[in-house]
């Protein structure tokens, strides 16, 4: 039996911090997403952890928030082979 998910604005505020999390958003022209640790919170915005930056997001222009599994591991490069 599948359950619904909560809200996506009651996830970010109910979530504990320190947890991976994907983000669906608002901006000009549509929509991106913010994936990433859960860094921040407070009543208005949530503040996402990324591999280039964090991302700090207006509660109202998020559409949908959920929690993902921790990220793969990092291949380690190939040598070059001469």
Known sequence: MSYPLPAPKHFLSS???GIRVVVRYR????L???LGELV???DGECTVRTRRSDVVI???LVVAAKEV???PPRRTP???VS
Do not use: E
């Open 58 to 60: 207006a509660l109202p």
């Open 27 to 30: 901006i000009d022209g549509g």
């Open 78 to 80: 190939r040598a070059a």
């Open 32 to 34: 991106t997403d913010a």
């Open 69 to 71: 599994p921790p990220a």
């Open 40 to 42: 921040g919170k407070s």
């Open 15 to 17: 979530a504990p911090l």
